[in-house]
C-alpha cells in the first residue's frame, strides 16, 4: 500500500511542492511535527500499536490521535519514499535522563534521508517524545548544528568501542548542550521494529506501558504530559506546570490540549 499524501499533507498542514529538495524535507519535517502529537495511549491500555501503514494511515492521519516513534517515523518514512526521498532506518539508544553507567537499549527509531544531487545525508525524526526533539532534519555532518528555531541541535560524535562511528545528537539547553540519543548508521529494517514495538509496548518494565506520555509542539509552546503532570513550555523559556487531579481530567487534557481522542470507552488505570 502507499500512503494517501493529500489527506497526509491535509493533516499536516503541508502545501509545498511535492519535489524531493532540501527545503522539502525540512518543511515536511517540520510540518508533521507541529501537526500530529505524540502520545502512547496503546500501551498503556494493553495493547501494541500496529505499524502497518494503512493503520497508521487510519490513526495518525484520518483520525484525532497521534503516535509514538515507530508510528511517527514509519509513517514520514513512507511519505518521504513517496516523494522520492532514499530513507534509511535507523535505531538509536536514549541517553536523556539516563543514570551514569545505564545502558539502555537501543529502542528509537529515526531516519536518515538522502537527496538525489546533495552529498550530505540528512538526520530526520518526528518521533522524539521530549521537548528537546527535532524540529527539522539536521545535517548528518560531525559537529553540525541546527538552528531550527525555537530550538538549537547539534551532532558529535560519542566515545565508542565498537566498529562503527557513534553519532550523538544534542540540544542546547540554555548554556550546555544536553545529549539526547546515540546512534550508529547500521541500517534497520520494518521487521527489527515489530519486534522492538512489541517489547517497548507489552514489557511489564517499559516506561510506556506505567504512564501516559504526550508531547505537542505549538507555534510558541511546547505542551507535555507525564503521568498526570502536565507542563507548558513557552519559546521564551516561562515554564508552568501543575498535577491533573484524576484519569479523567487526563483524558479531558489529551483531548482538548493535546488533540488527542482516546478510543471510546478508554479508560485509564489508576
Given at each position: 500500500m502507499t500512503l494517501d499524501l493529500d489527506a497526509y499533507f491535509a493533516r499536516i498542514g503541508w502545501s509545498g511542492e511535492r519535489r524531493p529538495t532540501v527545503e522539502v524535507l525540512r518543511s515536511v519535517h517540520r510540518a508533521h511535527t507541529l501537526g500530529i502529537p505524540f502520545e502512547n495511549l496503546e500501551p498503556v491500555l494493553g495493547t501494541a500499536p500496529s505499524l502497518a501503514l494503512p493503520d497508521l494511515e487510519r490513526k495518525l492521519?484520518?483520525?484525532?490521535?497521534?503516535?509514538?516513534?515507530?508510528?511517527?517515523?514509519?509513517?514520514?518514512?513512507?511519505?518521504?519514499?513517496?516523494?522520492?526521498?532514499?530513507?534509511?532506518?535507523?535505531?538509536?539508544?536514549?541517553?536523556?535522563?539516563?543514570?551514569?553507567?545505564?545502558?539502555?537499549?537501543?529502542?528509537?527509531?529515526?531516519?536518515?534521508?538522502?537527496?538525489?544531487?546533495?552529498?550530505?545525508?540528512w538526520l530526520a525524526d518526528v518521533g522524539f517524545g521530549a521537548h528537546g526533539a527535532l524540529m527539522e532534519p539536521i545535517p548528518l555532518v560531525a559537529d553540525a548544528e541546527l538552528l531550527d528555531t525555537p530550538r538549537r541541535h547539534r551532532l558529535v560524535h560519542a566515545p565508542h568501542d565498537g566498529p562503527l562511528e557513534m553519532w550523538?545528537?544534542?540540544?542546547?539547553?540554555?548554556?550546555?548542550?544536553?545529549?539526547?540519543?546515540?546512534?550508529?548508521?547500521?541500517?534497520?529494517?520494518?521487521?527489527?521494529?515489530?519486534?522492538?514495538n512489541w517489547y517497548v509496548a507489552t514489557h511489564p518494565r517499559s516506561p510506556f506501558r506505567q504512564a501516559v506520555y504526550a508531547q505537542r509542539t505549538l507555534p510558541g509552546l511546547h505542551r507535555s504530559l507525564s503521568g498526570r503532570t502536565l507542563v507548558e513550555t513557552a519559546d521564551d523559556g516561562t515554564v508552568e506546570e501543575r498535577e491533573l487531579s484524576d484519569s479523567a481530567e487526563v483524558l479531558r487534557v489529551l483531548a482538548d490540549d493535546f488533540g488527542v481522542h482516546p478510543p471510546e470507552g478508554a479508560v485509564l488505570p489508576g
Open positions: 492521519v484520518r483520525s484525532e490521535r497521534g503516535g509514538y516513534c515507530y508510528e511517527h517515523n514509519t509513517l514520514l518514512a513512507a511519505a518521504l519514499t513517496q516523494l522520492g526521498f532514499r530513507v534509511t532506518l535507523l535505531t538509536a539508544r536514549v541517553v536523556l535522563g539516563a543514570a551514569p553507567g545505564d545502558i539502555r537499549p537501543r529502542t528509537h527509531m529515526l531516519l536518515q534521508v538522502d537527496v538525489e544531487g546533495d552529498s550530505t545525508p550523538e545528537l544534542q540540544t542546547d539547553k540554555g548554556g550546555y548542550w544536553e545529549p539526547q540519543y546515540e546512534f550508529t548508521l547500521e541500517p534497520f529494517e520494518s521487521p527489527d521494529y515489530e519486534v522492538i
